[in-house]
């Protein structure tokens, strides 16, 4: 049996991907912070090595035993990226290269690393947004997410040799249910809202185009990369994509997805400029050099999603852990909060007073 180490696997994707590693009889091992805590941890906990520790100073024996590793660690979307560009480059960038240093000096010959089809937004509504953009389109990501990704990318490629194989996934806007569910991205978000308010805002009219992966597929890929010959995908960076949607077509797919569970929802267009996000992505490469074809639509995801959050209960949606800025934000105002007052159960004066 070969072992997988799955950085940030304790994530949204790597709680999927990891259940569908230990179903094909593979030994897991993630390393994660948990940042969002052990509850999503359920599916896989008891088939799984669960190490707690950060991916910019891996202790050596977290690589021990181990034949591949699967990076999806970090800071994964835009707002938490700029929250702190930082620590985003230190963490998605160098931390990716460094592991992957120490898997090459270890001879730990494949890494997979999570990189995202936001390097190709330009941020610009322009005709030009509709050219669909491959592998070998030229660009120059400047978004601190994007550039966190496309860095560390560059630096895989220049690791790459005979004994040292990494891989690169640019997937699309993931959707779907996981045990740690996000309803931070597009689909999901349109569930949740659907669900609490019946409305789905469509931010400057719904035009801008997204490129979008279910989640169980994003899983697929990662295991198609672990398991396709060396030199297939040595140093290769493949798109994986589903299909590409304007988003108001996304919200008229979710609109009728949700008609069986008698949610009624209406579209509601703004026409605000902030935060445009617009690109669309081919993924025909990877079909045709690995034969992987993602083929979850938004409709049947969608009715997986409301099938299983409501059997397992995700349906708090204000709970802020669903959401990473939130989340994020708030935990660092109770580390620091926390630095001064302590927790409010502990007496300080407890020690002295006995
Ligand atoms: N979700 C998407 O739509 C999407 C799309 C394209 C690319 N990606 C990339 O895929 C990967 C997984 O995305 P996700 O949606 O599962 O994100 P997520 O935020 O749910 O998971 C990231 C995990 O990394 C862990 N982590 C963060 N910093 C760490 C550190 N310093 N040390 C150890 N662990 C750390 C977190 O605790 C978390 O469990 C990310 O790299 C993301 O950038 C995601």
Not at 283 to 300: A, H, M, N, Y
Not at 323 to 348: C, H, Q
Request: glycine share 6%; charged share 25%.
């Amino acid at each position: 049996m070969s072992r997988v180490l799955v950085v940030g696997g304790a994530g949204y994707i790597g709680v999927v991907l990891c259940e569908q590693l230990l179903e094909q009889g593979y030994d897991v091992r993630v390393l994660d912070r948990l940042y969002f805590g052990r509850s999503g941890l359920w599916s896989i906990q008891d088939r799984a090595e669960i190490v707690v520790g950060d991916m910019r100073s891996v202790a050596p024996e977290v690589l021990e035993g181990v034949d591949a590793v699967i990076n999806l660690g970090g800071l994964s979307s835009d707002p938490t990226a700029e929250y702190n560009p930082e620590a985003t480059y230190k963490i998605n960038t160098e931390a990716t290269r460094d592991m992957a240093i120490a898997c090459k000096a270890k001879g730990i010959r494949r890494y997979v690393f999570a990189s995202s089809c936001s390097v190709y937004d330009k941020g610009v509504l322009e005709d030009d947004a509709n050219l669909l953009q491959t592998e070998e389109s030229d660009i120059t990501p400047t978004a601190t997410y994007a550039k966190s990704k496309y860095d560390a990318e560059r630096y895989l490629i220049d690791l790459a040799d005979d004994d040292f194989c990494p891989v690169m996934l640019r997937k699309g806007t993931v959707y779907g249910f996981s045990p740690r569910q996000r309803f931070d991205l597009v689909v999901n978000t349109f569930v949740k809202d659907a669900f609490s308010s019946g409305e789905l805002n469509l931010h400057l009219g719904g035009e801008m185009w997204r490129p979008l992966l279910e989640i169980r597929d994003a899983a697929r890929a990662y295991i198609a990369c672990l398991e396709a010959p060396e030199d297939k995908v040595r140093a290769e960076i493949f798109n994986v994509v589903h299909q590409n949607f304007r988003i108001s077509e996304v919200a008229l797919r979710v609109r009728e997805a949700l008609r069986p569970f008698n949610v009624d929802v209406d579209l509601r267009p703004t026409y605000g400029m902030s935060g445009i996000r617009n690109y669309r992505v081919s993924g025909e490469k990877i079909t045709r050099v690995l034969g992987f074809e993602p083929s979850i639509g938004i409709e049947d995801s969608v009715t997986d999603l409301v099938t299983r959050m409501r059997r397992h209960q995700y349906t708090d949606f204000s709970n802020p852990r669903y959401y990473n800025i939130r989340w994020m934000t708030l935990l660092e105002e109770a580390t620091d909060l926390i630095k001064v007052a302590g927790s409010m159960f502990d007496d300080p004066n407890a020690a002295n007073a006995s």
